[in-house]
């Protein structure tokens, strides 16, 4: 099979044993913790809606961002260092007076990469997954709250009227069609970066640095510019502005998504798309461009 392998695409078998024999002993002992972790903090999240009062939602997505962060930034990496490696040991011309493409040997090297990166798509995917029913049943929880027992802030903005609680199927289906696509993109697209970036300026740190650049811009611009536009709003607001899905991956709209249809969020779901439209063509541009 591995012989099998190497001759279907000789660069990706390489790649991929260099990869797997350049990780540090540390990182493959303690690799299980990073799951591990990410599910304690998936639990205590969930935890917290025995209290109507709390910040779960807020919770949920500061995790998302974060998990979201470190498994951006070690695709990026890892695709940086591919080729980068291969001009500092001077080696990228022998690669290539092997009679091998450079096309296939840049692709066989992203295809080695995104196999060493697999695990933190699984579990950038599997933490967002996980957080869907999370975000649905804080909503359930304080809407069942302030409909009993009445409160200022939601009818505040104007939401009062006879309460109803819907679950909306089609909306449902979408977060979790959308949640593997945007996680597969997000993989695909930064590892893609890292790849271009040092294959034109051949060193590592540099790549790193402009591919970061590149990807991580966005973050900071659409971050600033929803708190420009919507200031210090409430926090649902706040998710609720189409712009910020550009800022960190889609999360706030596959947020929206998932709330069932009540006075509260009539239309939210609809408002929803733009954002996922947006950022899926923003991930695609990087992949393909």
């Given at each position: ?61 500061l995790l998302i ?207 929803a798309l733009p ?15």
């Amino acid at each position: 099979m591995v012989a099998l392998a190497g001759r279907a695409n000789p660069i990706e078998w390489l790649e991929s044993r260099y990869q797997h024999r350049s990780t540090p002993a540390f990182a493959r002992r303690w690799w299980p913790l990073l799951p591990l972790g990410a599910g304690w903090a998936v639990a205590v999240i969930a935890l917290t809606l025995q209290d109507v009062r709390a910040s779960t939602r807020e919770y949920a997505i500061l995790l998302i961002w974060i998990v979201h962060a470190l498994a951006a930034s070690r695709a990026i990496v890892a695709g940086a260092n591919a080729v980068s490696r291969e001009h500092v040991s001077q080696t990228w011309d022998t690669l290539v007076l092997t009679g091998v493409s450079v096309r296939r040997i840049l692709m066989g090297k992203w295809l080695a990469v995104l196999r060493q990166i697999a695990p933190w798509m699984l579990v950038l995917g599997a933490v967002r997954l996980a957080l869907l029913p999370v975000f649905m049943l804080a909503f359930v929880n304080r809407f069942a709250w302030r409909t009993a027992y009445g409160s200022s802030g939601y009818m505040s903005y104007g939401y009062s009227g006879t309460s109803y609680l819907d679950w909306v199927a089609w909306a449902a289906f979408v977060a979790v069609a959308a949640t593997v696509l945007l996680t597969l993109l997000e993989m695909m697209a930064c590892s893609a970066l890292g790849l271009a970036a040092s294959a034109v300026l051949r060193r590592g740190w540099p790549a790193m640095a402009a591919a970061f650049i590149v990807r991580f811009l966005p973050v900071i611009l659409f971050a600033g510019f929803t708190r420009y536009e919507v200031g210090a709003a409430p926090s649902w607001r706040v998710l609720r502005f189409p712009p910020l899905s550009l800022a960190d991956g889609g999360s706030a709209s596959l947020y929206q998504l998932v709330l069932p249809e009540t006075n509260w969020t009539f239309g939210t779901h609809s408002n929803a798309l733009p954002g996922l439209l947006m950022v899926a063509v923003m991930l695609s541009a990087m992949l393909l461009v």
